[in-house]
């Protein structure tokens, strides 16, 4: 089973800054099956990015992702006030997926 | 409009059964895959399992193997999650979502979650 870390734990940003995501696979995983999901409190997971790279429908162009292998990173290019929550990567493979931990960006 | 509508919140004691649902509409429930995902307080999300309700096709997660088991009935196009004998660590938000093709097996529908609260 593909184990996600992701890093950091919590990220401390203010509205404006530039956000950083990562998450590192235990083993190679196919580009076109890594999404970003974004969590708010109280609310269901929405899915940001699929295939490493490309944008769900109606994700602002501020959400980018990249990477591939075992390095994948997703980058908020100008935090806004609703962009504060948790974010996770997900792989697909073999009919199974798993999730990362997490990455809670707070504001600072 | 697609979506997923699961069933209420639920509060059981240690040791009993329980089933909660997920009803898909919208979209051709058959086509798509529906799995389940975990998160219990204050925690992450952890994938469960899967089912393809077309012909049934059931996948788990090492992690929930045995604990739990994923059905489906196309006719009335819900998939269900059930326990037989709930322990105070099933204590959970469970969602389930969609799986779609388009995204890359990425989760594009989400149901708005099932408190299960087991507690004597």
């Known amino acids: 089973e593909i184990v996600l870390t992701q890093s950091p734990g919590t990220l401390s940003l203010s509205p404006g800054e530039r956000a950083t995501l990562s998450c590192r696979a235990s083993?190679?995983?196919?580009?076109?099956?890594l999404a970003w999901y974004q969590q708010k409190p109280g609310q269901a997971p929405r899915l940001l990015i699929y295939?490493?790279?490309s944008r769900a429908t109606g994700i602002p162009d501020r959400f980018s992702g990249s990477g591939s292998g075992t390095d994948f990173t997703l980058t908020i290019s100008r935090l806004e006030p609703e962009d504060f929550a948790v974010y996770y990567c997900?792989?697909?493979?073999?009919?199974?997926?798993?999730f990362g931990q997490g990455t809670k960006v707070e504001i600072k | 409009e697609v979506q997923l509508v699961q069933s209420g919140a639920e509060v059981k004691k240690p040791g009993e059964s329980l089933k909660i649902s997920c009803k898909g509409s919208?979209?051709?429930?058959?086509?798509?895959?529906i799995g389940w995902v975990r998160q219990m307080p204050g925690k992450g999300l952890e994938w469960m399992g899967i089912?393809?309700?077309?012909?049934?096709?059931?996948r788990y997660s090492p992690s929930f193997q045995g604990q739990v088991t994923i059905s489906a009935d196309k006719s009335i196009s819900t998939a269900y999650l059930q326990w037989s004998s709930l322990k105070a660590s099933d204590t959970a938000m469970y969602y389930c979502?969609?799986?779609?093709?388009?995204?890359?097996?990425?989760?594009?529908?989400w149901g708005q979650g099932t408190t299960v609260t087991v507690s004597s």
């Open positions: 979502a969609r799986p779609s093709d388009y995204y890359a097996y990425g989760m594009d529908v």
């Open positions: 919208g979209y051709s429930f058959t086509s798509y895959w």
């Open positions: 089912i393809y309700p077309g012909d049934s096709d059931t």
């Open positions: 083993q190679s995983v196919s580009s076109s099956y």
């Open positions: 295939g490493a790279s």
């Open positions: 997900q792989q697909y493979g073999s009919s199974s997926w798993t």
